[in-house]
């Protein structure tokens, strides 16, 4: 018999390969989805305002259903392990902060900071390895009140994805949606032909 498989695996496969950063973007999607109720968006009815662009993220996407081509993840570059979710219909927001590996498992963080910085010893790579299924299973099942801060907030939902016409770049001939388009002498450009924009003609 086929067994569909759990969101954790699809986590996984889509990931490719099991971490500690998967665990913390998987565990932080699941509650939040559990406080707002939600089920996975297979359009726009959910949005996830992503603070960090690490593992975890694919994770988020995977349990949400929210992505970048549907326009409902948005991304903003702060480096921090936050994400914000909201449901569309009720206006429902939850900003969640996965809390700090030195917090939530010190040894573990210590251990994997000398190994990062070069000052790892071979013992300290065994055990990092041998720790890291027992963190990743904490981090899965234990409780979120040790592993996470949960804030409701008020959240401007931004509006749904929109459809543009394309313009034709006059330089590389390449096909570009028009409000990302610029215009060089009279013309539409994408953005990477707009940053050649000599002031002298070749030759004169």
Not at 104 to 133: C, L, N, W, Y
């Amino acid at each position: 018999m086929c067994r569909e498989k759990t969101d954790w695996e699809k986590a996984m496969e889509f990931h490719g390969h099991i971490c500690v950063g998967l665990a913390r973007g998987y565990r932080a999607a699941k509650v939040g989805m559990e406080i707002l109720d939600a089920h996975r968006s297979p359009d726009e009815e959910l949005v996830v305002i992503a603070e960090t662009d690490n593992c975890g993220l694919d994770a988020v996407q995977v349990v949400t259903g929210c992505t970048m081509g549907k326009g409902n993840l948005i991304f903003q570059d702060y480096g921090k392990n936050a994400y914000t979710f909201g449901r569309r219909d009720t206006g429902k927001a939850v900003r969640i902060t996965v809390k700090s590996l030195g917090e939530s498992f010190p040894e573990f963080a210590a251990i994997r900071d000398r190994v990062h910085g070069g000052k790892g010893t071979p013992e300290d790579k065994e055990k990092i390895k041998k720790m890291q299924m027992g963190v990743i299973t904490e981090l899965l099942q234990g409780s979120h009140d040790d592993l996470l801060q949960v804030q409701d907030v008020q959240l401007d939902l931004p509006e749904k994805a929109r459809i543009f016409q394309s313009v034709t770049c006059a330089r590389c001939g390449e096909s570009v949606m028009e409000p990302r388009a610029r215009v060089r002498g009279g013309e539409y450009v994408c953005i990477p032909c707009s940053d050649y924009y000599p002031s002298r003609i070749a030759g004169a």
